[in-house]
Nanobody
Framework: QVQLVESGGGLVQPGGSLRLTCAASGIPFSVYTMNWYRQAPGKQRELVAGITSGGTTNYADSVKGRFTISRDNAKKAVYLQMNSLKPEDTAVYYC???????WGQGTQVTVSS
């Protein structure tokens, strides 16, 4: 059974930081590109960051220089370190395996003073 479980969301003030974790099970994690998406109220889901099996990363322009994606294949986990958070980063953040259209349940990130 495939599971992607996100954690680490919460309420943070502008300028603050959060670290999201996605724990995977039931898949050969190390072979897949892993992605983080987000969806804000009333908006389409958008790709935030991705990391290939070889460790190559890509980011949405809106988060470049502030967010960092990383992975630990031994732990079957992918992380999203989010710094200098802005109110416009408020969204539900989802872990994704695009090759298999696997999605986690999401974790809420709210940036507000």
């Amino acid at each position: 059974q495939v599971q992607l479980v996100e954690s680490g969301g919460g309420l943070v003030q502008p300028g603050g930081s959060l670290r999201l974790t996605c724990a995977a099970s039931g898949i050969p994690f190390s072979v897949y590109t892993m992605n983080w998406y987000r969806q804000a109220p009333g908006k389409q889901r958008e790709l935030v960051a991705g990391i290939t099996s070889g460790g190559t990363t890509n980011y949405a322009d809106s988060v470049k220089g502030r967010f960092t994606i990383s992975r630990d294949n031994a732990k079957k986990a992918v992380y999203l370190q989010m710094n200098s958070l802005k109110p416009e980063d408020t969204a539900v953040y989802y872990c994704n395996v695009r090759a298999r259209n696997y999605w986690g349940q999401g974790t809420q990130v709210t940036v507000s003073s």
